[in-house]
């Protein structure tokens, strides 16, 4: 089976802009879940979809949203970028939510906002 | 919030060593406990993980012991080689759908 996929997997934006990430899951994962990883904060939750709909939110501000399609692909939107986003951000994909479920992460796409 | 805490930041050990890697968690809800590895530049890699009703899990040379009493969780890497080189992160799940906290990593390094 092929793994979790992430495109693009490198990004430079400039502050102010927007950006849209895509993370398409292992072939009969319906659940993916987002994490930002930065030097400082470490691997932090951002969201998770089910089903095409949020089950989970992370402490991120309004300006980072997402949503996942029927064939379970998720795209992750961050608007008015700031240079604090600059991070690599993975997606994990799992047959479903909830601690029975192994996570299994994307490569990552590495974003820098200049 | 759950909060997960690891330690130590950074292991240096000599190949065949034994490395040991020590999370506490603060819910006590949480009943998911996975570990990842992570190389440079690749993405986390989940090696193990363990349930709150088993209190130890081995895979070759790879353990994780769980005390839910204490709220803390341990990796235990035996005959370490240079190639388990990477950094470590533990994660607590479970109480919140697939949601994982995760702990601030430790930088394993394997001298030859």
């Known amino acids: 089976k092929a793994g979790v996929t992430q495109t693009p997997r490198y990004l430079i934006k400039t502050r102010g802009q927007q950006v849209t990430l895509s993370c398409s899951p292992i072939s009969g994962h319906r659940s993916v879940s987002w994490y930002q990883q930065t030097p400082g904060q470490g691997l932090q939750f951002l969201f998770e979809?089910?089903?095409?709909?949020?089950?989970n939110k992370g402490n991120f501000p309004g300006r980072f949203s997402g949503r996942q399609f029927s064939n379970s692909r998720s795209e992750m939107n961050v608007s008015t970028l700031e240079l604090g986003d600059s991070a690599l951000y993975l997606c994990?994909?799992?047959?479903?939510?909830?601690?029975?479920?192994?996570?299994?992460f994307g490569p990552g796409t590495r974003l820098t906002v200049t | 919030g759950e909060n997960v805490e690891q330690h130590p930041s950074t292991l240096s050990v000599q190949e065949g060593d034994s490395a040991v890697i020590k999370c506490t968690y603060s819910d006590s809800a949480s009943n998911y406990f996975p570990w990842y590895k992570q190389e440079l530049g690749k993405r986390p890699q989940l090696i193990i993980d363990i349930r709150s009703n088993v209190g130890e899990k081995k895979d070759q040379r790879i353990a994780v012991t769980l005390n839910k009493t204490a709220k803390h969780f341990s990796l235990h890497i035996t005959e370490t080689q240079p190639e388990d080189s990477a950094v470590y992160f533990c994660a607590a799940g479970g109480t919140s759908y697939g949601k994982l906290t995760f702990g601030q990593g430790t930088i394993l390094t394997v001298h030859p």
């Open positions: 979809y089910f089903s095409e709909t949020q089950r």
């Open positions: 994990a994909s799992s047959l479903a939510p909830g601690p029975s479920y192994e996570q299994y």
